[in-house]
Each structure stands twice: as C-alpha cells, then as structure tokens.
Nanobody, 125 residues
Framework: QVQLVESGGGLVQAGGSMRLSCAAS????????MGWFRQAPGKEREFTAA????????YYADSVKGRFTISRDNAKNAVYLQMNSLKPEDTAAYYC??????????????????WGQGTQVTVSS
C-alpha cells in the first residue's frame, strides 16, 4: 500500500507559477506509476499528467502541455508538478494518485488505486 499527501497549493495570479508536491509512504514507491488529476467545481475529475514507473516517461493533457512538468524523486518518495504560465481555468483541486501498473490507461482515474486528499490551486485573473 501507499499513502499520498499533497502540498503546495494556494492562490496565484494568472501567468504565475506554482509547484505541487506529493509525498508517498511505503518502500515500493518506484514501482508505481504516478499521476496528477484535477477537479474543478461542478466538473469531473480530469487527467493532468502522469509519470510512468521504470522508464519515467511522461504524459500530459493537451490543456497543460508545454506549461506543466511532472517529475519524481524515488529516493525521496515524492512526485512533483511544476506549473508555469498558470491560467484561471487551471483553478481546481489537484490530486496525486498512484497505480501499480505501467503506462496503459495512464489517463484513466479508475485505474489508480491510491489517492491523496487533494490541494486547492486558485488562479486569479
């Protein structure tokens, strides 16, 4: 099992940057594919970014490609989401998630078995 705790959310102006962190418990963190998802009020949870176990390949939603960067530090049991050029439409609760399989269906939240509690990101215009 793995437990996830996000941090780093808050309020930022449009065009600004923010870095989210997700700390994971457990000794097998490197064996998990990690994802970031977000959910705005009244909307479904949507895929944002993923980093695949093993080869650390990365995938992004079209809406954040070129602005967001996902990374991981297996020695620290942590995954990060660097968010640049933030827009008001990026406002959402951001969730860190883990799944024990590889890159198949990396953007499907139903296949992630472990979730953090979420951290709110608000981008003002």
């Amino acid at each position: 099992q793995v437990q996830l705790v996000e941090s780093g959310g808050g309020l930022v102006q449009a065009g600004g940057s923010m870095r989210l962190s997700c700390a994971a418990s457990g000794r097998t963190f490197s064996s998990y594919t990690m994802g970031w998802f977000r959910q705005a009020p009244g909307k479904e949870r949507e895929f944002t970014a993923a980093i695949i176990r093993g080869d650390n390949s990365t995938y992004y939603a079209d809406s954040v490609k070129g602005r967001f960067t996902i990374s991981r530090d297996n020695a620290k049991n942590a995954v990060y989401l660097q968010m640049n050029s933030l827009k008001p439409e990026d406002t959402a609760a951001y969730y860190c998630a883990a799944k024990s399989s590889g890159k198949n269906y990396y953007n499907n939240p139903r296949l992630y078995g472990y979730w953090g509690q979420g951290t709110q990101v608000t981008v003002s215009s």
